[in-house]
């Protein structure tokens, strides 16, 4: 049940009272017995675990990298490399036909 905060219209007196979500009913003031007016406070927010601080999500000294766009090397280096893999291929099928020639 949570705890209400209450403050009086005769008195000025401040109290608080424990009661349920649905009770409605004033409260009374345990000074004066007049009727008392619900005060109300902003809730305190606490942030427990992790993924609420900017610390958090990113490494010290961290800077935004800009989109590298694909260079034209790139594809020359895989052009390159194809074809190394074909001349290695063609020179094993030579040493194995020179083999089987022997």
């Known amino acids: 049940m949570p705890i209400y905060e209450f ?3 005769s008195c000025g007196h401040y109290f ?4 349920g979500f649905g009770d409605t009913s ?3 003031c ?5 009727e008392s007016q619900k005060m109300f406070r902003p809730v ?3 942030y427990k675990g992790s993924g609420f601080y900017a610390t ?5 000294g961290w800077k935004a990298e800009e989109p590298k766009e694909k260079t034209p090397a790139k594809t020359e280096d895989k052009a390159a490399k194809a074809e190394d ?4 291929a063609e ?8 083999a089987k020639g022997k």
């Not at 893999?85 to 290695?88: D, E, V």
């Not at 020179?91 to 020179?98: F, L, N, Q, V, W």
């Open 16 to 19: 608080e009272v424990k009661r």
């Open 56 to 60: 958090d999500h990113r490494p010290t």
């Open 7 to 9: 403050r009086c219209g």
């Open 85 to 88: 893999k074909a001349t290695k």
């Open 30 to 34: 345990p000074e004066c017995q007049g």
């Open 26 to 28: 004033p409260a009374t």
């Open 91 to 98: 020179a094993k099928t030579e040493d194995k036909a020179e």
């Open 44 to 46: 305190p927010i606490i």
